[in-house]
């Protein structure tokens, strides 16, 4: 994703005030309100017609337009004012006699109230000469600024050979580029270790998917990929009490170094995710014994004492991404352990923050045991999370735990009598399965997950159409169940679903 940065108008901008401009004679330019703002410098000069040019602005540019992007409608007339003075706008330039609606008496009024300089172009004057006037004022800034960001490429060249972290790293770039700076996730979590987050006021006008580029009035947002995706964002602020800052090229420099300390940091998490994920297997089988089952969840991050919770995660279709999953919990810093088995499992600490921010990720259905002690073992925890999480998807809700009382109706109470349904119904066709090999229980529910569609199953099955009409032959034969019979496929789907619960490796 490409880098955005938000609009600013930098109040040390080396370029000439609005009014100066105005007092150009050649440049044909009438001020016609905000005349308490006719001090501000102006960095550049643009022409836009786009109804919200902001997100493509760096802050203190005199706006151009023939008329187009301006509203009919005067309290449309004012939001707009609104609108380019919030985003950074030096001042907003009409031209004369073409495009442009009556400049209404609402629109000046707002111009007025915020200072914010409204004139007027002469048609004979085109928009080039202003274009020129202003480039040939702030030559001598822009040339100042280059030697400073000179200045910082240095700098960032000699980081590595410094071997400096984090805390000391930022601060020296704050330093040069005279920005206060934060990092972080698109849930406002720190996102760098020794690097704050920025204040939630400015957390909440971040965007939370890729749809609108991260814009804030104060300064620059700048988005950090790493790993193919977005993983934050650098938000930089001017610093209190200095002169000068650097710009967004400046600021997009420095989220290059935070994407590559970020990308350090996921590359470590993955290798204790892989770590995490034996530990987790074998606490789930039960091989290790409850002093070396504490000694690695201590080494995890885990709390000694502390209760524990296993989410079991499903999908709505297919498996749960794992990835997503994982970049959701790389991003929290919380003490965490994943595997997946089928369904995929994470352990964290009971009550934590991760199983509200794994809720929030698109087609996933959670089920989540109940508390308990490490010392305790897993398997029953396991049992629940998984019964949650059947639950979740048959009733059709985003999370289920283990201690929620409601019923699912169709499947019968208990674990015996479940494993009586399913061998009643479906025991000949896994012996006959297991035996020699085929796959004629996993044809049928796949069959019905398909909408009892053939030609829909035998494609996501990769066999011939003709195959697995012989495999649902077959197994009619060998268990009396019918399933072109709505009573036998009623009994069929209700043992396929105890079985996957209850029989099929997990």
């Not at 995710?273 to 995890?300: I, Q």
């Amino acid at each position: 994703m490409a880098e955005t940065g938000s609009t600013l108008r930098d109040t040390t901008t080396v370029g000439p005030t609005v009014a100066e401009l105005v007092a150009t004679p050649t440049l044909g330019m009438t001020l016609v309100a905000g005349a308490a703002g006719s001090d501000r410098r102006v960095s550049w000069a643009h022409v836009s017609e786009l109804a919200d040019p902001t997100p493509w602005l760096q802050g203190s540019e005199l706006l151009m337009t023939i008329g187009l992007a301006v509203p009919q409608d005067p309290d449309e007339q004012r939001a707009y004012i609104a609108l380019l003075d919030d985003g950074g706008v030096a001042a907003l330039a009409v031209s004369d006699e073409l495009f442009a609606p009556i400049l209404s008496e609402g629109m000046r009024e707002e111009a007025d109230v915020r200072g914010f300089p409204l004139v007027t172009i002469s048609l004979q004057v085109p928009f080039i000469a202003i274009a020129q006037e202003v480039a040939a004022h702030t030559q001598v800034g822009a040339q100042a600024r280059l030697a400073t960001l000179l200045r910082l490429f240095g700098t960032l060249r000699n980081v590595a050979a410094e071997q400096l972290g984090n805390r000391d790293l930022f601060a020296r770039l704050e330093e040069l580029s005279g920005y206060r700076l934060a990092v972080c996730s698109r849930a406002g979590r720190p996102l760098i270790d020794g690097v704050p987050a920025p204040p939630a006021e400015i957390v909440e006008r971040l965007p939370e998917t890729d749809e609108s580029p991260p814009r804030i009035a104060e300064g620059y947002a700048v988005t950090l990929p790493a790993a193919g995706h977005v993983q934050g964002y650098l938000v930089a602020t001017p610093r209190t009490g200095t002169t000068s800052q650097m710009g967004l090229a400046a600021v997009q420099h420095i989220a290059t170094i935070a994407a590559l300390r970020i990308a350090t940091r996921l590359g470590d998490y993955e290798f204790r995710r892989r770590e995490g994920a034996e530990t987790l297997a074998e606490l789930l089988a039960g091989t290790l014994d409850p002093g070396s089952a504490a000694n690695r969840l201590e080494l995890a991050g885990f709390a000694g004492g502390d209760d524990l919770q296993l989410i079991a995660v499903g999908a709505d279709t297919a498996s749960p991404d794992d990835q997503a999953v994982a970049r959701t919990l790389s991003q929290l810093g919380e003490p965490h352990l994943m595997l997946s088995l089928g369904e995929l499992y994470v352990l964290v600490p009971d009550g934590s923050a991760p199983l509200r921010m794994m809720s929030s990720i698109d087609g996933i259905r959670l089920g989540v045991s109940r508390g308990f002690a490490a010392m305790a073992g897993f398997a029953t925890a396991r049992r629940e999370a998984r019964w949650a999480l059947f639950r979740a998807i048959d009733l059709n809700e985003r999370i289920v735990r283990a201690d929620d009382e409601r019923d699912v109706g169709w499947m019968p109470a208990g674990a015996t009598a479940q494993h009586e349904v399913v061998q009643r119904i479906l025991g000949s066709a896994i012996d006959y399965d297991r035996n020699h090999r085929t796959e004629l229980v996993r044809s049928v529910e796949v069959w019905l997950a398909q909408d009892r569609s053939t030609g829909s199953a035998a494609r996501a099955l990769h066999v011939h159409p003709n195959t697995l009409a012989y495999r649902l032959r077959r197994f009619a034969d060998l268990t009396g169940q019918d399933v072109t019979k709505m009573g036998d496929l009623v009994d069929v789907w209700l043992a396929l679903r105890a079985w996957r619960m209850l029989e099929r490796p997990a």
